[in-house]
């Protein structure tokens, strides 16, 4: 590999230490969180704390020459303070292309243009070979208690409306919460119990069904729907069989 502008990067966002792994820079990767666990092989990698608390002393003491972040997922005032030290990369990610743009960024800046724009094509194409299908209602849940799920400014919500999934919540924003009344009052054909953050289980479709009989009640893979990055090419090539049995 040709000299990289970058050789000792932190990555404070799961989906981007994944990323930066699947472009080839997982030896110059210094630093992850307590929750960047993909992909395999990452165990040797220094963990700083988690998104919301990193240990901001072992991060400065580490000497970063490139931080890699994220507007929702990481702190303004952590973001603050490491600016002072270092080149801090912060992301914001609100769709698809949002997504798609920022591996090319990212790429750019990193100096693995090439293998960026090998995998941007990749889930471009996965995209272009989504089933048509008629449209159908959906609610996506990522909370209990109180009840949370998504609005039509989020990462969540695009990928639902490229799969022909009508977001019954896409008139709020961000992460409105609501409760099973509400939810049976939109009478959603479809209902999604993401992995993530909540860990949704067996139990909470039977609750659910007790308001919504007539609806569909899934178990999902939050990360299919949430993980931007390099999961987009697994997250789509799931998405479009899953799709398609519906």
């Not at 591996?103 to 990193?110: D, K, Q, T, V, W």
């Not at 049976?184 to 993530?196: A, T, V, Y």
């Not at 308001?211 to 893979?221: T, V």
């Not at 299919?224 to 789509?236: D, E, I, L, V």
């Amino acid at each position: 590999m040709p000299d990289l502008p970058y050789t000792r990067i932190i990555s404070l966002v799961p989906s981007l230490t994944e990323l930066l792994v699947d472009l080839g820079l997982i030896d110059q990767l210094i630093g992850r969180t307590r929750f960047c666990i993909h992909p395999e092989g990452i165990d040797d990698v220094e963990i700083i704390g988690g998104t919301k608390n990193p240990n901001l002393e072992k991060i400065v003491e580490l000497k970063p020459d490139f931080i890699v972040a994220n507007k929702e997922e990481n702190r303004k005032e952590d973001i603050e303070l490491l600016k002072k030290y270092t080149k801090v990369r912060v992301t914001e990610i609100d769709s698809i292309q949002d997504a798609i743009l920022e591996i090319s960024s990212l790429g750019e800046i990193l100096g693995v243009k090439e293998k960026a724009g090998a995998m941007v094509n990749k889930i471009t194409a996965l995209l272009n070979d989504r089933p048509s299908k008629p449209p159908l209602s959906v609610a996506y849940f990522i909370w209990k208690d109180p009840w949370m799920t998504i609005g039509n400014d989020t990462y969540i919500h695009d990928v639902l409306h490229k799969y022909g999934l009508d977001n019954v919540y896409g008139l709020r924003k961000r992460y409105p919460k609501t409760n099973l009344d509400e939810l049976l009052g939109h009478s959603p054909e479809l209902i999604l119990l993401s992995s993530e953050p909540y860990p949704f289980k067996e139990k909470h479709i039977d609750e659910i069904k007790s308001f919504c009989p007539d609806s569909r009640i899934e178990l999902i893979n939050g990360e299919w729907f949430s993980w931007y990055g390099s999961r987009m090419t697994k997250a789509f090539s799931f998405l479009n069989d899953w799709r398609a049995s519906l």
